[in-house]
């Protein structure tokens, strides 16, 4: 089945650091991929997404890039705000079948921490 | 254009019993799918509604049913609580027919004692 691997956290930066959050996906077929993120207390937001192999989502300065042949998706931005504390989690969807929306599958989340 | 809604936005059940969440989709969505996330732990796919029929199902017992009214808003139920069944539970609304955006509610905090 389809599942999603995603770097343990909580990931500690200074302000203004790079960022890398690691994932990978086992899929059958050809999924699309993203990047949800929840603020405390909120439910989850799209932050970005790729629905095909070289895709390079981009949002809010986050970016990533859909690569088939290491499986991978991972989050990168240039210099994270203390406004950027909050758990990421990247899902990839098996893609809408007979109708309806994305089924999602979940990685377990990254906290991220963003200290001055 | 109103977002996802879901209520009570906390809940303590006691073992045994049942419990009944609801969601609101957001208008215009014709598909809603529920989560079910632990804590520390991304959310995991418990089924999905599209068009008042249920279009999927993730890996729970049939004592998770579901239901999809009409105006597209749905409710969760689950029978005979377990501890395990603690969890935040997440709706999420989308349009139908196609990688379209799902739109999250806050979720329900289910706590079942």
Same mark, same amino acid.
């Given at each position: 089945?389809?599942?999603?691997?995603?770097?343990?956290?909580?990931?500690?930066?200074?302000?203004?650091?790079?960022?890398?959050?690691?994932?990978?996906?086992?899929?059958?077929?050809?999924?699309?991929?993203?990047?949800? #993120? @929840?603020?405390?207390?909120?439910?989850?937001?799209?932050?970005?997404k790729?629905t095909? +192999?070289?895709?390079? %989502?981009? /949002? $809010?300065?986050?970016?990533?890039?859909?690569?088939?042949?290491?499986?991978?998706?991972?989050?990168?931005?240039?210099s #994270? @705000?203390?406004?950027?504390?909050a758990?990421?989690?990247?899902?990839?969807?098996?893609? +809408?079948?007979?109708? %309806?929306? /994305? $089924?999602?599958?979940?990685?377990?989340?990254?906290?991220?921490?963003?200290?001055? | 254009?109103?977002?996802?809604?879901?209520?009570?936005?906390?809940?303590?059940?006691?073992r045994?019993?049942?419990?009944?969440?609801?969601?609101?989709?957001?208008?215009?969505?014709?598909?809603?799918?529920?989560?079910?996330?632990?804590?520390?732990?991304g959310?995991?796919?418990?089924?999905?509604?599209?068009?008042?029929?249920?279009?999927?199902?993730?890996?729970?017992?049939?004592?998770?049913?579901?239901?999809?009214?009409?105006?597209?808003?749905?409710?969760?139920?689950?029978?005979?609580?377990?501890?395990?069944?603690?969890?935040?539970?997440?709706?999420?609304?989308?349009?139908?027919?196609?990688?379209?955006e799902?739109?999250?509610?806050?979720?329900?905090?289910?706590?079942?004692?």
């Open positions: 089945g389809n599942s999603v691997t995603q770097m343990e956290g909580p990931v500690t930066l200074s302000e203004e650091a790079f960022l890398t959050i690691n994932c990978t996906y086992t899929a059958t077929g050809y999924p699309s991929l993203f990047w949800y #993120v @929840q603020y405390p207390g909120e439910g989850l937001q799209l932050l970005l790729a095909k +192999a070289d895709d390079k %989502g981009s /949002n $809010k300065g986050f970016e990533a890039t859909y690569r088939k042949e290491t499986t991978s998706f991972h989050l990168e931005k240039g #994270v @705000q203390v406004s950027d504390s758990v990421y989690f990247c899902a990839l969807s098996d893609g +809408a079948a007979q109708g %309806g929306g /994305n $089924k999602l599958t979940f990685g377990t989340g990254t906290q991220l921490k963003v200290e001055l | 254009e109103t977002g996802v809604t879901q209520s009570p936005t906390h809940l303590i059940k006691t045994g019993q049942q419990v009944t969440l609801r969601c609101s989709s957001q208008s215009g969505h014709n598909t809603v799918s529920w989560y079910q996330q632990a804590l520390g732990q959310p995991q796919f418990i089924f999905q509604y599209y068009r008042e029929e249920e279009n999927g199902r993730g890996n729970f017992p049939p004592r998770f049913s579901g239901l999809q009214f009409p105006n597209y808003s749905s409710e969760l139920n689950v029978n005979a609580l377990e501890l395990d069944d603690s969890a935040l539970y997440l709706c999420a609304s989308s349009l139908g027919q196609g990688n379209t799902a739109f999250f509610g806050q979720g329900t905090r289910l706590t079942v004692v």
